[in-house]
């Protein structure tokens, strides 16, 4: 008789792609969704108790600008940066059965010589190097409902 195995992961694999694929292979895992602690009576006064969780060095950075000041068209699958400069598209996924992701990138000379680095990139230095990156944003949308990220 074979061994058999059970999967166990934490809530970054929580999403409707790996359920569908542990569903269509008969893989037995568990993997708590982001909300389990909202249901689960253990955790009820957790915030009250310890106060809200802290990112190491997460304390003092500040906000950026966010993916709702920028201009995304999912038919033509474009996006436009506030300052009117367009967006690569680096990815285009189907996530489960009717959601759909497109992930956008800024131009990295654009990002790197714009006034506006500094409030809208999380991390502005990131597009100094040769090979950094721009501003990274991604739309995700259900049944014609679009979700910014």
């Not at 708590?32 to 602690?37: A, Y």
């Not at 006064?45 to 990112?55: A, I, L, V």
């Not at 400069?85 to 497109?102: D, P, Q």
């Amino acid at each position: 008789m074979g061994k058999q195995v059970i999967i166990t992961t934490d809530t970054g694999l929580s999403n409707d792609a790996n359920y569908s694929y542990l569903r269509e292979n008969s893989i037995n895992a568990y993997i708590p969704d982001n909300k389990f602690r909202s249901r689960d009576k253990a955790f009820v006064k957790q915030k009250t108790k310890y106060g809200k969780r802290k990112q190491k060095g997460r304390n003092n950075v500040q906000k950026t600008m966010p993916a709702s000041e920028l201009t995304f068209n999912k038919k033509n699958k474009t996006c436009i940066c506030p300052v009117g400069k367009a967006m690569l598209l680096l990815k285009e996924e189907h996530v489960s059965e009717g959601k759909k992701k497109l992930l956008f990138e800024g131009r990295l000379t654009g990002c790197r010589e714009c006034s506006h680095k500094n409030q809208c990139m999380r991390n502005p230095d990131s597009a100094d190097p040769r090979k950094g990156h721009g501003r990274q944003v991604s739309l995700t949308w259900t049944n014609g409902r679009p979700l910014t990220g």
